[in-house]
C-alpha cells in the first residue's frame, strides 16, 4: 500500500510539472527561427531547430490559424522538419 501513494505522488509531481512547463511556453513564431533554414530548403533541422519546434508545440495550431503564418508554417519541409524532430504534425 506504502508504495502505491509514492506511485500516485510521483505521477502528480509529473502532471505538474507538465502543465507548469506547457504554461510556461511564450507563444512567439520568431522562435522559430532556427528551423527557417531546415524549412525552406531540404537542409536537415539542427538540434536548436528540433529543440524549439519541441517547446513550441502547443503554439503550433495558433499559427496554423492564422493566415499569415499559415503559409510557412503548413508546407511539406515544414511537416517533414517537425516529423524528424519527433514532434507529430498537429491536427487542429
Same mark, same amino acid.
Given at each position: 500500500?506504502?508504495?502505491?501513494?509514492?506511485?500516485?505522488?510521483?505521477?502528480?509531481?509529473? &502532471?505538474?510539472?507538465?502543465?507548469?512547463?506547457?504554461?510556461?511556453?511564450?507563444?512567439?513564431? +520568431?522562435?522559430?527561427?532556427?528551423? #527557417? $533554414?531546415?524549412?525552406?530548403?531540404?537542409?536537415?533541422?539542427?538540434?536548436?531547430?528540433?529543440?524549439?519546434?519541441?517547446?513550441?508545440?502547443?503554439? &503550433?495550431?495558433?499559427?496554423?490559424?492564422?493566415?499569415?503564418?499559415?503559409?510557412?508554417?503548413? +508546407?511539406?519541409?515544414?511537416?517533414? #522538419? $517537425?516529423?524528424?524532430?519527433?514532434?507529430?504534425?498537429?491536427?487542429?
Amino acid at each position: 500500500m506504502k508504495k502505491s501513494y509514492v506511485a500516485i505522488y510521483a505521477l502528480m509531481v509529473l &502532471l505538474l510539472a507538465e502543465a507548469q512547463l506547457t504554461m510556461a511556453v511564450t507563444c512567439s513564431p +520568431t522562435e522559430l527561427s532556427p528551423c #527557417v $533554414a531546415a524549412i525552406t530548403s531540404s537542409s536537415p533541422p539542427s538540434k536548436q531547430c528540433c529543440d524549439k519546434i519541441k517547446e513550441q508545440k502547443p503554439c &503550433l495550431c495558433q499559427y496554423l490559424n492564422n493566415p499569415n503564418l499559415k503559409k510557412f508554417i503548413n +508546407t511539406p519541409n515544414a511537416r517533414k #522538419v $517537425a516529423t524528424t524532430c519527433g514532434t507529430p504534425f498537429p491536427k487542429c
